[in-house]
């Protein structure tokens, strides 16, 4: 899932991508956070930093849960998917936690390269 606000950086041998908007990062920074307090069972999470596979597993488990909760087509933009839930739930407080859990839960990052 791409977002329509993300501007890609290079910077020495790595690539950074961060958000054109400030209003919108500080919402998707809201709605990480409330996907994070909202998984702790299902991600087993201990309150340290999340490891890689499990802060993968909460976006993109999170955002399919949220796409599926709203039943948006797939390909749609991050930044139109938090608009959108906003506009059908009132705000993200309101989001349809338990269903989002499931997709969380079942969601299986694609295997590592060898």
Avoid: N, W
């Amino acid at each position: 899932m791409t977002c329509e606000r993300a501007v890609r950086h290079l910077l020495a041998e790595r690539e950074t991508v961060s958000c054109d908007l400030p209003g919108a990062a500080q919402t998707c920074r809201k709605l990480h956070e409330l996907l994070k307090e909202k998984m702790v069972f299902a991600l087993k999470l201990t309150g340290e930093p999340l490891p890689h596979g499990k802060e993968i597993r909460l976006e993109c488990g999170g955002l399919q849960g949220i796409r599926k909760a709203l039943g948006a087509e797939e390909g749609i933009g991050v930044r139109t998917l938090v608009l959108l839930s906003v506009e059908t739930f009132g705000d993200l407080d309101s989001l349809p936690y338990p269903e989002i859990v499931k997709s969380v839960s079942s969601y299986e990052p694609r295997p590592r390269r060898k």
